[in-house]
């Protein structure tokens, strides 16, 4: 209905954005409406109309500790928006949102109330006079609730719409009315005027350009509408909490804590399912860590419900049949949603008995000091380490009788805020570096026309250092180049951007390093004057090296053809996670949870090779979206499509979108050859390989080091495997006869050392020093030693490359008599400035000080006598 009305009046119906901002730094996730058009309201991009509307995905978790704890709070919504971009104003947009709201959905006109901005005359008299608003039914708010702002850049006065749902959802309290905090005045609309610029200091001016960004949450008027207690009562929410009751066996709205954990549920599962459609992955910090958060959030209240493990995918399947209609991606990335889901509750599973066993050392630690309070640092330990959330840790000591130190866990929490605040960039409103190509004009365009051809003539546009527009670059000046249409591919989709040259009529020559997109259908071409001097409205020579284009074809028309594979050989859960295509080689990434064995390997490397020798006939097509899912081709996380698609398809075997550019026959890309298969995020794999003259170029080097290494080995590199075996069995009989001289010189070195033995209560004891013989060689020469008298107990010293080895060793019999090898060596270490220790019957030490080995063998004895008492 919402479309429906502002279509009507001349808005484009856009569909809804991915949660995944695009080119916005300064979010996380889309959380509103206006979030992924910003561009359109500072000017940057120009619209696709200048009257808008969306019906947008959003989600929000700043206040996520609240969320089951009411019934008001949810993470995931659905923003209906109206926007307007320098069109119209305050006047039509007040008209349409009460003419939508009394006379297409059919709400009670008395039951509406609208609150303005305090200063906002304006409004008020339209609300009044043209509305016919009674004056004491118009509510005027300070600026924390009617003037939005976030940080610099456009800002405004807003005007909300309040509906009364009736004395059964207040407080009873008198004078509850607009404003209160209970639930009977519910916030249904929210018209932002936006008609001034902050420039971040709080100094304002006027926006030459005044737009309208109105939101209204779905859900909040679907409570209204059906009339019903809280977002979790709308039909489709309703929906999914009977089921999550189904699973745990119980009803709602019977248990407060009970309650808080179906919420919970249902909110969170709801939020992953959509956040995983968008390609967002479990992770360890930003957007992937909210996942994981929420994903772990859910698992753990579904085992305090006594839920059965592995319930999270059922209920994903739950949401995706009640949203797929209006949210497609949902139903096409189903597979990979539902395996997701699995792994990552199978992983918290683990990790939280891992976590409880932990707490319980921790308790035990405790229990011995006579401690009842958990210290901050180890909860937060607990949270951040094994997911686990303080509420548990709360809850499990409070059965015992403890507690947790909260202001420590909040102050462990907030040193890391703040480490992380600090390792922030400065960026713009957009939440960018800021550079400047934020000063290049909305209006400059460049289309890329390089399909079917590498050289094109075309017009300069706009010119810039690294720091500047210029009006022209001359040579040996760094710079950036734009012009009206132009051949190179810029980086995009995992393509990197083709490299060449720009050549001016009058001799200037520029080096393209590098071709990139910039905001707003621009593509830059990055590089270097070589000579001359280009300026803008000349017209130029784009060349293209088509070596290297061609190159990126051939890899890049092979990850198409990898990509199937990998579905056939793994399952229809293998979804593209990043890529990167370059001259030389390729790289993929893909949803997958376990290292691929090598038969896998094997398979997909020989059927991407098998569609190579079929040499498939490569087609592009252009279609609408719609057509393009029609064919079953495969759409990418993140990116954004336009009306128009490409579609790619290799004969029968492979059909994806696709804005890149590609072989003409899959027969160019020669061979392709798998060269190593990693992980690289949870759940998300790394295939590198190589095809054509970069796979040529990789065995002509491995031929070259085969060769190297036989020549070193003088030997041919047919003859080199037997060469080797043959060299490492030479090696063994070397070292076995090395070791044997070493003992023996050893052993010779010691000379007569029978006349330093010293009977002490009847064992026999030997200290004496040897010269350069290594650790190993002294606990040799300890045993043969201990041999020839007999047992007893050996202290050895040796001095090499200007250190001290020190050695104990004492027989079972000296050792029933009190002999200790390991603190014998303790107490003489220290004379030979090191220290060591160990077992009764052997021990070692190493120091630094040769100087004191006469007088650490002297210690010995007297060490030895007090042991042998």
């Known amino acids: 209905m919402f479309l429906d009305f502002f279509e009507s009046k001349g808005h484009l119906v856009m569909k809804s954005f991915s949660l995944v ?19 359109y309201f500072t000017g940057q991009e120009i619209p696709p109309r200048r009257r808008v509307c969306t019906c947008q995905k959003c989600i929000r978790t700043g206040d ?25 104003f305050k006047d039509e947009a007040i008209h349409w949102s009460w003419e939508f709201l009394t006379e297409v959905v059919g709400l009670d006109p008395n039951r509406l109330y609208p609150s303005i901005y305090q200063d906002d005359d304006e409004a008020f008299k339209i609300w009044n006079e043209e509305i016919g608003i009674a004056p004491e039914r118009i509510f005027r708010f300070g600026r924390e609730d009617n003037f939005w702002e976030h940080g610099a850049g456009p800002c405004g006065p807003c005007s909300e719409i309040y509906y009364d749902r009736g004395e059964k959802y207040g407080c009873g309290k008198p004078g509850c009315t607009v404003g209160c905090e209970c639930d009977r005045y519910i916030e249904v609309w929210n018209n932002v005027f936006s008609q001034f610029n902050n420039d971040g200091h709080g100094h304002y001016t006027d926006l030459i350009q005044k737009n309208i960004d109105t939101g209204m949450g779905l859900e909040r008027l679907a409570v209204v509408v059906q009339d019903v207690d809280s977002l979790f009562s709308v039909d489709t929410n309703k929906a999914l909490l009977d089921e999550v009751c189904e699973m745990a066996h119980v009803k709602y709205l019977e248990n407060h804590k009970t309650d808080i954990s179906l919420r919970i549920i249902a909110d969170h599962v709801k939020s992953c399912t959509f956040m995983i459609s968008d390609g967002i992955m479990p992770s360890n910090e930003g957007r992937g860590y909210v996942l994981r958060r929420l994903l772990r959030r859910a698992a753990r209240h579904g085992r305090l419900l006594g839920i059965p ?23 096409e990335k189903k597979a990979m949603i539902l395996k997701v889901l699995a792994e990552e509750e199978d992983k918290f599973n683990k990790t939280i008995d891992q976590g409880l066993a932990i707490l319980a050392d921790m308790e035990a630690e405790m229990s011995a000091k006579g401690e009842t309070v958990l210290s901050g640092e180890n909860a937060f330990k607990l949270y951040d380490t094994y997911g686990f959330p303080l509420d548990l840790t709360v809850e499990i000591l409070e059965e015992k009788g403890m507690t947790v130190d909260n202001d420590g866990f909040q102050k462990a929490m907030n040193d890391q805020r703040e480490k992380a605040r600090k390792a ?44 500047e527009i210029v009006e022209a670059l001359t040579d040996g000046q760094k710079g950036t180049i734009l012009v009206e249409e132009t051949p190179f591919y810029g980086t995009m989709g995992g393509q990197t951007g083709d490299v060449g040259e720009i050549v001016g009529a009058d001799g200037g020559r520029f080096i393209v390093e590098d071709t990139i997109h910039l905001q707003g259908s621009k593509i830059g071409h990055v590089g270097h004057m070589v000579g001359g001097m280009l300026s803008v409205g000349e017209t130029v020579t784009l060349t293209v090296d088509a070596e290297k284009r061609g190159g990126c074809e051939k890899n890049h028309s092979a990850t198409h053809l990898l990509q199937k594979a990998l579905r056939l050989v793994l399952g229809d859960h293998v979804e593209q996670a990043g890529s990167l295509v370059t001259p030389d080689r390729l790289r993929f990434d893909f949803t997958h949870f376990s290292a691929m064995t090598p038969e896998e390997l094997k398979k997909v ?86 095809t054509g003259e970069g796979l040529m170029a990789h065995y002509e080097k491995q031929e070259e ?24 069995e030479e090696i063994k009989a070397l070292h076995a006869e090395n070791e044997k001289l070493k003992s023996k010189l050893a052993s010779d070195s010691l000379g007569d050392v029978m006349s330093q033995v010293q009977e002490i209560n009847g064992v026999k004891v030997l200290a004496t020093k040897v010269a350069d013989v290594d650790m190993n060689g002294l606990r040799n020469l300890g045993d043969q030693l201990k041999d020839k008298i007999g047992g007893g107990v050996i202290v050895l010293a040796s001095v090499m490359d200007g250190k001290v080895n020190l050695m104990a060793s004492a027989s079972d019999d000296a050792q029933k008599k009190g002999a200790h090898a390991g603190n014998l060596i303790k107490g003489i270490a220290a004379l030979v400035g090191g220290g060591g220790g160990g077992r009764p019957g052997m021990a070692q030490a190493g120091g630094k000080n040769p100087a004191g080995v006469d007088e650490a063998l002297k210690k010995a004895y007297e060490v030895a006598a007090d042991q042998l008492k």
């Open 605 to 690: 490397e020989q059927i991407v090779n098998e569609e190579i020798r079929a040499n498939l006939k490569v087609v592009t097509e252009e279609m609408t979206l719609d057509e393009a899912k029609k064919t079953g081709a495969m759409a990418l996380f993140g990116e954004k499509y336009g009306e128009k698609v490409r579609v790619v398809k290799m004969g029968d075997f492979s059909t994806e979108l696709c804005g890149g550019t590609h072989v003409g026959s899959t027969g160019q890309i020669q061979a392709f050859k798998i060269l190593s298969e990693a992980g690289i995020a949870a759940g998300v794999r790394r295939i590198e390989a190589l």
């Open 705 to 728: 080091e085969l060769k190297e290494a036989a020549k070193t080995a003088k030997t041919t590199p047919a003859e080199l495997k037997s060469r080797i075996e043959a060299m490492m």
């Open 64 to 88: 996520i500790e609240n969320i089951g704890k009411t019934a008001r709070h949810g993470t995931f919504f659905e923003m209906l928006g109206n926007f307007s971009f320098g069109d119209y």
């Open 21 to 39: 901002p695009h080119n916005d730094n300064s979010l996380l996730l889309i959380n509103s409406g206006m979030a992924p058009l910003k561009p």
């Open 309 to 331: 493990g592995g319930f999270m995918p059922e209920l994903s399947k739950t949401v995706i049949e009640l949203s797929k209609d209006g949210y497609p991606e949902l139903e």
């Open 424 to 467: 922030r960039k400065v960026s713009n409103y957009m939440g960018a570096d800021v550079t400047v190509y934020q000063s290049i004009p909305a209006e400059v365009e460049s289309k890329f026309v390089g399909y079917g051809k590498l050289t094109h003539d075309s017009k300069i546009t706009v010119l810039t250092t690294e720091d």
